[in-house]
């Protein structure tokens, strides 16, 4: 809703239909005007989703496509480590906990994927989450 003039009237619509049809009929307009309202945010915090992102001390001209792409192009070396990736907008930084396979690991998990990793706020939950990953193994 852009103004009190579309709410006023929403609100006279649902008060219509409540006296002509009963108060379902208010509900189903309101809850109608809710999901459009909710469809509408949806795809405006999508316009919110960095396109771009790098490696914190890059460039902008270090772009990749997504986060995993950052964490190759740094041609990590094998082990786990902690790596902020930074989003071209007005996301904040995320931190990466981050496992790098060696080739034998890789065929041993029959995997493609040299790196894994998992996303967080901040970089002790990155920290936090590997040391509970070493527990894991």
């Known amino acids: 809703m852009t103004d009190n003039t579309e709410a006023m009237e929403l609100w006279r619509e649902a008060e219509d239909a409540a006296r002509i049809h009963g108060p379902h009929a208010a509900a189903a307009i309101i809850a109608a005007k809710l999901a459009e309202l909710r469809a509408e945010n949806a795809k405006l915090r999508k316009m919110l989703v960095p396109q771009w992102f790098y490696a914190d001390g890059y460039s902008s001209e270090d772009c990749q496509d997504s986060p995993d792409e950052v964490l190759e192009y ?16 007005p996301m904040p930084k995320s931190w990466c906990a981050v496992r790098v396979l060696t080739d034998d690991e890789m065929d041993a998990l029959e995997t493609d994927d040299r790196v894994s990793f998992t996303e967080h706020d901040s970089e002790q939950a990155a920290r936090q989450a590997l040391e509970a990953d070493h527990a894991d193994r």
Do not use: E, I, R, T
Request: proline share 6%.
């Open 74 to 89: 740094l041609d990590l070396k094998p082990g786990k480590q902690v790596s902020s990736v930074d989003c071209a907008g």
